[in-house]
T-cell receptor, first 113, second 116 residues
Framework: DQQVKQNSPSLSVQEGRISILNCDYT??????FLWYKKYPAEGPTFLIS?????DKNEDGRFTVFLNKSAKHLSLHIVPSQPGDSAVYFC????????????FGEGTQLTVNP | EAGVAQSPRYKIIEKRQSVAFWCNPI?????LYWYQQILGQGPKLLIQ????????DSQLPKDRFSAERLKGVDSTLKIQPAKLEDSAVYLC??????????????FGPGTRLTVL
């Protein structure tokens, strides 16, 4: 049962344009969502998070939007830079599962110069 | 601040052999996690320690996987015997306190295991 899904395995955008990465979840008990970024041969690093009491959180070029009714979140990167090329994982947790994170499959973002 | 250290970085074994991975978390981090990441999938939590006690091992295949964190600092994860489907990257992560809901988890570089 895949509770967190990232339906796009890959995304390619031009430098300077917007990158939009999407994530859907099925577990209504999830109330905290995170995005991680992973470069090859490195572990994932935390990027940005959002609590279910909010619908938007912004940090520099990165903005996460949460639509609870649709059980959908998205990560916007504006403007995209070649250094943003990495695998992006969406993750979620709920109070009933403690600090356990449930990850999506990941989306490979490629930003072309 | 030194990050989460893992060794070895790569390991190739034959099925039915045993293997062990080591993790040293960030100094002062009470909570340690082991994740399994199979190619094309996201990381899946295997076990979570709070200091030297197990908090969550509900997704650990206990017939072949074991983990310990005897002194509440570094940890080892063992597979015995290994199966082909255990081929994956094994990630260790740590956080300051696992009981704080919003604590960030810091990941190590992982150990890539190939079972032939």
């Amino acid at each position: 049962d895949q509770q967190v899904k990232q339906n796009s395995p890959s995304l390619s955008v031009q430098e300077g344009r917007i990158s939009i990465l999407n994530c859907d979840y099925t577990n209504s008990m999830f109330d905290y969502f995170l995005w991680y970024k992973k470069y090859p041969a490195e572990g994932p690093t935390f990027l940005i998070s959002i609590s279910s009491i909010k619908d938007k959180n912004e940090d520099g070029r990165f903005t996460v939007f949460l639509n609870k009714s649709a059980k959908h979140l998205s990560l916007h990167i504006v403007p995209s830079q070649p250094g943003d090329s990495a695998v992006y994982f969406c993750a979620a947790r709920g109070e009933t599962s403690g600090s356990r994170l449930t990850f999506g499959e990941g989306t490979q973002l490629t930003v072309n110069p | 601040e030194a990050g989460v250290a893992q060794s070895p970085r790569y390991k190739i074994i034959e099925k039915r052999q045993s293997v062990a991975f080591w993790c040293n978390p960030i100094s002062g981090h009470a909570t340690l996690y082991w994740y399994q990441q199979i190619l094309g999938q996201g990381p899946k939590l295997l076990i979570q320690f709070q200091n030297n006690g197990v908090v969550d091992d509900s997704q650990l295949p206990k017939d072949r996987f074991s983990a310990e964190r005897l002194k509440g600092v570094d940890s080892t994860l063992k597979i015995q015997p290994a199966k082909l489907e255990d081929s994956a990257v094994y990630l260790c992560a740590s956080s300051l306190r696992g009981d704080s809901y919003y604590n960030e988890q810091f990941f190590g570089p992982g150990t890539r295991l190939t079972v032939l």
